[in-house]
């Protein structure tokens, strides 16, 4: 099974960091007076074509030169100096109504010296264009050509030039190159700022007359600056005026600076041209047919009323970009299949211009089509996808067919051909079919699958490894996941005549839950089949022994201080006869300690961990033994709590369980010397109490920051080698990916959950780290199932919320029942009430990740995501606390001595719906007790 978790791409691109970095400084110089930047003490002198320098350094030599000048820093929003005329201002009649009117476009670009970020006002933002665009050049018009201005750059600033025009607007000082010299205009004209334009009108020697804009005719402004500025091309203007005949006209511009501050220079006055526009006519020899189709344009149609066409341009894609430019009015282009959009431009020897359009249809000979019968299957999946329904009329070279992101083709022939798409991984796969002419042009189509998880079978049980013959054997399907799966059951037993272990035969179907009730001693074997929609299966074996002799005994607590009395039951021994005696060993020696027809014996055992085995005898003598582990543990277990005494009913119900076991504890409230003050202590198991709602009347969400001294007592403790219980509703923390933002939480789209602000600092690695886990990663298979930071997370949730154990679960804590557990397995919990949650991105052998060896998966999750448990309520580590993990993909695990289990829901609204041997609560809190001290005991 492939991977399906999200590497953050910003990690993985050092380039894409930079970019961001940048966009964030961008963002932070484009308002208010710019200076973000820090000085340095970099000297002003400049060299042409100098290594590009940082910002921080620009900012030196522009806080130097405003020195050098004398300027005030503090000056605001002064109105255009000298320099800021503008240089191409172009007048054209659009219509001409002899005797009556004339309509004219004015048009522009704007002019603001050292405003080169193009935002109407000059300051230190003026840096990052300069920085970008360090050491290009500029290209100008020969002087002769420039006119009064005396320096204009060369191209069309509406056209081809755009970008040419863009970069002279950073070239401050007109040298053509960019360098450090270009901060003497910035400097020279500090904080000048643009508003908008007045524009006059002059006829026959009149006194000039303001076009008023329409929108506010008292401002003094004709046109304002617009509000949407493409900064990749030069700002321009267009204004319309119409004019009463006759009479000779002409126009000048002046910039208006903001709020009040003054008008800047005019620009030279520009006569009007009674110039009409010309008209353009674009025809072809043919508009339809094959392709490649040769297509001949012919522009000679278009006209000028009075003048001539001076240039023809051809746009043959519709891209805005005019491919052939020139006198000629004839022009030739070869058409790929489709739909083609074909543009003419002309120009007349005024200027002035107009445009003709026509559109060509190409029949593609070749066109890629992909059928499927399925577009979805469940791993391991195979497709079926054919070319059948492409169209094949010139000759082929090839049909290919590629997957996903693959460069070389998975299957190739020299004719059409059906592909068979295999997929080993779960999740959306594209699957390309390019076919190639003998031309040598690829057509191709692409079709989106799905590709769904499998099926998997997974059988929790009553008994494991051996059962009485007098007992009823219950198995659940309950872990198992698939795509809208079916069960069903072949149960092998010694009493069935069909005891055909080698081949499966459905002998119970439709039942996610079955009950055995054995008949016989003898070897059970039990397979369940679990098949999808697609009709893929999924089997799992279960096996026990069924005794008809079956001795057992019980611990009233197998967890205790050490000089407590241990009571044991064995009444609940059976056997195919009367038993009469009951022997008890109490430290396994082989010598008889106690013996009796009483099936009750009691002992007070040194302290440690020792083994009790009892025998059971009948008239003709010795039946059976049975043994059971138990621990008499030094000191007590410690609660601290460390939730400032606001939510009581989590801790109420963490003591009350450990009465229950019982098991000896005492309270200690937390405090900054906690290491100081437990340094003598004997006590090797502590439980951290850091709280969470769990009842309505306490106050939520809980939000408190975890601090410095916090984290070092609750790692402190671990480091002494003593074992945690870190029970905490509030320890999230940011992940460490670096625009987390991107991110769908999954907690809110796969589970409806509400995030709550995290309560670890950011840069806090070292809490979630001590756990084993990667805080850098996220856990998803995407399609709109969102994302699960392995950092951990706080949440809650309105109502109840059901928790089962998972595929990798029977390891965890919950779920132990090894040495000294109670023996009891939770198999499914609900949380009455979910006010708060944490958890993390859930780890299992799906996934990769850098979380330690020693980690340990909870044995409670939440619902499943497509078939596989995302996420974990409950997590540990064996080997804590873990440090120095590192960042993707230098992990570095530095292993800890002790164990850590974390819970991060509500204690007291835990209520157990299935389990085994009738399960409470404070039985899955003793297998957390013992699953921390394992190590611990001889």
Known sequence: MGEYRCLNPLRATAGFLGVIACTLLLHACAGGNGETLQPTDIPPETVMNQQAPGLSELQGLLDSELAR????????????????????????????????????????????VGDYDQNGLVNASDLVPLAQNFNASVDYLPASEAGASGRLPSGDSLGSGAANWRLARVDGNGDG??????????????????????????????????????????????????????????????????VA??????????????????????????????????????????????????????????????????????????????????????VQHDFAGGEHTVRLRVTDDAGATATDELTLSVDDGIIAVISAAQTEDSVPAELTLSAVGST????????????????????????????????????????????????????????????????????????????????????????SA?????????????????????????????????????????????????????????????????????????????????????????????????????????????????????????????????MVTMGIDGDDGPLAEYSG????????????????????????????????IPAAWRMIDYSDDLLELEEESSSILYIWYRGGPGAETETRPYTRMWTTAEIDNYIGLMETERNVLLMSQA????????????????????????????????????????????????????????WFPTSPQTASFAGSHELQHGADGTSSAERYTGLDSSGKIPVRLRINNCYQLCGIGFFDPLFSSGWHSAYTTGGISGEQVSGFEMNMLSY????????????????????GNARLWVIGYPWAQVEVLLGTDGIQRHDILHNILAWLLVDDMP
Request: charged share 20%.
């Open 69 to 112: 000048l004398g300027v005030d820093r503090e000056l605001s929003n002064s109105a255009p100096g000298n320099g800021n005329a503008v240089l191409d201002l172009r007048v054209i009649a659009t219509e001409v109504l002899p005797d009556e009117s004339a309509s004219f476009e004015l048009r522009w670009t704007e002019q603001l």
């Open 177 to 242: 190159v960019i360098n450090a010299s270009d901060i003497t205009p910035i400097a020279q004209h500090w904080q000048e700022s643009l508003a908008g334009y007045a524009v006059y009108r002059a006829a026959d020697g009149a006194e000039p007359q303001l076009l008023p804009d329409p929108a506010d005719a008292e401002s003094g402004i004709s046109i304002m600056r617009p509000a949407d500025i493409d900064n990749l091309l030069p700002v321009s203007y267009l204004l319309a005026d119409t």
């Open 245 to 330: 005949l006759p009479g000779g006209f002409s126009y000048f511009v002046v910039p208006v600076g903001s709020s009040g501050s003054g008008v800047g220079p005019a620009a030279e006055p520009v006569d009007a041209s009674f110039n009409l526009p010309p008209t353009a006519l674009l025809s072809a020899d043919v508009t339809s047919g094959m392709a490649l189709l040769s297509v001949n344009f012919d522009a000679s149609g278009s006209s000028d009323p009075d003048g001539e066409i001076s240039t023809y341009e051809f746009d043959f894609d519709n891209n805005g970009e005019y491919d052939a430019v020139g006198p000629l009015a004839t």
């Open 392 to 479: 094949v009329k010139q000759p082929l070279e090839s049909c290919a067919w590629f997957i996903d992101d693959e460069t070389a083709a998975s299957q190739s022939t020299p004719a059409l051909a059906d592909f068979n798409a295999q997929f080993s991984t779960a999740g959306m796969h594209s699957v390309r079919l390019v076919l190639t002419g003998e031309d040598g042009i690829e057509r191709s189509d692409s079709l989106e699958l799905s590709i769904l998880p499998g099926p998997l079978a997974l059988i929790s049980s009553s008994h494991i490894d051996h059962m009485p013959a007098s007992s009823l054997l219950e198995l659940d399907a309950i872990g």
């Open 482 to 610: 698939g795509e809208e799966i079916s069960f069903a059951w072949d149960v092998d037993a010694p009493w069935s005549e069909e005891n055909d272990i080698a081949n499966f035969i459905a002998e119970i179907e439709g039942q996610s839950r079955i009950s055995i009730q054995p008949q016989s001693a003898g070897s059970l074997h039990v397979t369940l089949r679990v098949t999808d929609r697609f009709g893929k299966h999924a089997d799992a074996p279960f096996s026990i022994e069924i005794d008809d002799v079956w001795p057992s005994f019980s611990f009233d607590v197998a967890l205790k201080p050490a000089g407590s009395e241990f009571l044991l039951d064995g009444s609940g021994s059976t056997a195919g006869v009367p038993i009469t005696n009951y022997t008890w060993d109490f430290d396994s020696d082989g010598s008889i300690d106690q013996q009796g027809p009483d099936p009750q014996a009691s002992f007070t055992p040194p302290p440690g961990r020792g």
């Open 629 to 660: 582990w138990y621990i008499a543990f030094e000191g007590e277990i410690v609660i601290v709590r460390n939730d400032e005494e606001e939510y009581p009913a989590n801790l109420d119900a963490i003591t009350d369980d450990l009465d229950a």
């Open 731 to 786: 320890h999230g923390k940011d992940p460490d990916i670096s625009d987390v933002n991107f991110l769908d939480s999954a907690w809110e789209i796969a589970y409806g959950m509400d995030l709550v602000d995290n309560a670890l600092p950011s840069a806090a690695h070292r809490h979630p780290w001590a756990a084993g886990i990667s805080t850098d990663d996220t856990i998803g298979l995407g399609d709109g199932n969102g």
């Open 876 to 895: 540990g580590n064996r080997k804590a606390p873990d440090a120095e993990i590192g960042f993707h993909p230098d992990y570095e695990h530095v292993e």
